[in-house]
Every structure is written in C-alpha cells, then in structure tokens.
C-alpha cells in the first residue's frame, strides 16, 4: 500500500504548498515581483537541468524528480503570467459589450504570450527527455496544461465559485472575463474526461510487470489528475474550497466584480 500512498502523498502536498507559495509571492508588493521573478528563473533553469538529467533515470528517485521540475517550469509560467511579466498584447479588461467569439479573443488577448510560452516550455521538455525512458517530466506538464486550460475556460464560460480574491491587484481587470453562474456546459466534459483519465491511469498501475518507478509516476500523475478534477469541482460546489490557501494570502483580500451571467463586471486598475 505504501508504494501507492507515498508517491500520492507526496503530490497532495506538492500541489498544495507550491500553489500556496505562488499565491503567497503573487500578492506581495509589486516592488518585491521582480526579485521573486529572478528567483523564480534561476529554479526554472535547474528544474530544466533536473528535468534533462532525470531523463535517462529509470528509478523511483529519477521519477520524483522529474516529477517536481516539472511542477517548478509550471510554477514559472504561472508566476510570470500572474506578476505581469508574460501576459499579452492588450491585457486590459474587458469591454462590457463583448459578447460570445468576440469577448473570448479579447480574452485571449489578455494572456497570448503566456500561451507561447506554455508552449515553448513543453518543446523545452519534449527536447530533454525525447528518446528517454523516464518521460514523467513531459507526463507531469502536459497534464498541467491541459487541466489549468480546462479550468480556464469553464471560469470564462461561467462557474458558481470564481475564487476572484486569488487575483493580485494588478490583474483586477481579468475579472471581466470571468462569469458567475451556477453551470456551463463544458463543465460536465472536462470532469468527465478527467476521471476517466485518472481511471486509465489507475488501470495501468495494475498491468502486470509494471516496473517500479513506473507505479511511482503513474500514481503521481493520478494523483496531480484527481486533484485537476477537484479543483474543477471547487469551482461548482458550495464548499470554502479557498480557506485551504487562506495562510498565502497577505491579509483578507479586498473584493474584486466579476461578470454574473447578465451583468458586466467592473473594471479595477
């Protein structure tokens, strides 16, 4: 059982603390971003290196590395989106007339070079561990992307629990993408798809003459699925799901408006 839980373990708390973190240096003083950013550099360029070594690394170790560069690259790319230094050509809010195709490029527009840059930092990995059999990293990032899209995308089309206290300040203006309502249609997909996802996964654990390392990545991946999955119910139910990050949050965050189904939201500088 242990050879399941820890690995298990192991991504709650990963997933947990490292959203804390970013949270946490999100919505310190805009003066401290630029520190943070540099720091966060420098660990994205060892999380590369990481990534590159674990590669040739078949073991349960090579595995847990892998593992964590993986969320270290995404935690970058979150955190240069969420600090403002890798956004878009017009991040500006939204325009309250703009509806349907119209509103989701203006949205789009709010954040293209991050999208690029997602990109670029799944080539990076691809490159590293291509030919390799410890493929983890690329695994770990590529669901990553996925889920966080999805997630995006049911906040633009509309959730009951935004969670808009998470925004820093700066990105009050991201706020008018997003749409409160009690369901959307692509809701029920990505929750679906999702679960089934982490049942593949959970099939292949139980394959016979799995190796070792690979029951420890499989039940990581699971795990790092499953709790995309949560977070997209988080979004849905009535649950305080935002107390589990209360502590990253300097002081009780001020309201920000968002977009109810009919309504547009305010725009806050």
């Not at 242990?2 to 946490?24: D, E, K, N, R």
């Not at 600090?83 to 325009?95: D, E, I, K, T, Y």
Request: charged share 10%; proline share 6%.
């Amino acid at each position: 059982m242990s050879a399941y839980a820890t690995p298990a373990l192991y991504a709650v708390l990963l997933w947990w603390f490292s959203t804390g973190v970013i949270l946490l240096l999100d919505h310190l003083p805009r003066k401290t971003h630029k520190w943070s950013m540099a720091g966060g550099t420098l660990v994205l360029f060892a999380a590369l290196w990481a990534i590159g070594a674990s590669a040739a690394d078949a073991t349960e170790t090579g595995v847990y590395t892998a593992f964590t560069a993986a969320v270290l690259v995404w935690g970058w790319q979150e955190m240069s989106y969420y600090m403002g230094f890798v956004s878009g050509p017009r991040p500006v809010a939204c325009p309250p007339h703009l509806r349907g195709v119209d509103k989701f490029f203006a949205a789009l527009a709010t954040s293209l070079w991050h999208e690029f840059a997602i990109v670029l930092g799944g080539l990076a990995i691809l490159v590293l561990t291509w030919g390799q059999p410890n493929h983890f990293a690329l695994c770990t990032y590529a669901t990553l992307v996925l889920m966080n899209a999805s997630a995006r995308l049911n906040m633009f089309l509309g959730v009951r629990n935004l969670n808009a206290e998470f925004l820093p300040p700066h990105l009050g203006y991201l706020a008018g993408f997003l749409t409160k309502k009690p369901m959307n249609l692509l809701f029920p997909f990505s929750v679906s798809l999702g679960t089934i996802a982490v049942a593949l996964m959970g099939r292949a654990l139980l394959a016979e003459g799995i190796a070792t390392y690979e029951v420890v990545g499989f039940t990581l991946l699971a795990s790092l699925t499953a709790l995309a999955v949560l977070e997209h119910w988080f979004l849905m139910l009535p649950l305080p799901s935002a107390a589990l990050w209360n502590w990253s949050l300097p002081g009780k965050a001020a309201p920000i408006a968002v977009k109810t189904e009919d309504t547009a939201a305010s725009p806050r500088d």
